[in-house]
């Protein structure tokens, strides 16, 4: 049985990042259409998404860490680790 807070967190992660592409996605067609202006706007809007991707990524895998929820299926790399010893 799957830790059910993993679940809330792989989802908000997962969501997170849907957001941020959709955010680029929309960014790139203003700028291909020449519309400068609107693309530099939503800029901002895709590094704030990005934020909060990031973000729903570390409380993943701090998660999984303190929990240890993950152990049977995969292994934490390296970088999660290191990133972790930032916070
Ligand atoms: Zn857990």
Not at 1 to 7: G, K
Not at 42 to 48: D, F, N, V, W, Y
Not at 49 to 78: F, G, N, P, Q
Request: contains cysteine.
């Amino acid at each position: 049985m799957i830790c059910q807070e993993r679940v809330r967190l792989l989802y908000k992660y997962r969501d997170a990042t849907t957001e941020y592409a959709g955010k680029v996605r929309d960014m790139t067609e203003l700028a291909i259409r020449g519309q400068e202006a609107e693309s530099n706007a939503k800029r901002a809007l895709c590094r704030a998404a990005w934020d909060a991707a990031e973000s729903s990524r570390l409380a993943l895998a701090r998660h999984e860490a303190d929990h240890a929820c993950d152990r049977a299926t995969s292994s934490r790399s390296v970088e999660d680790v290191e990133d972790l010893g930032k916070l």
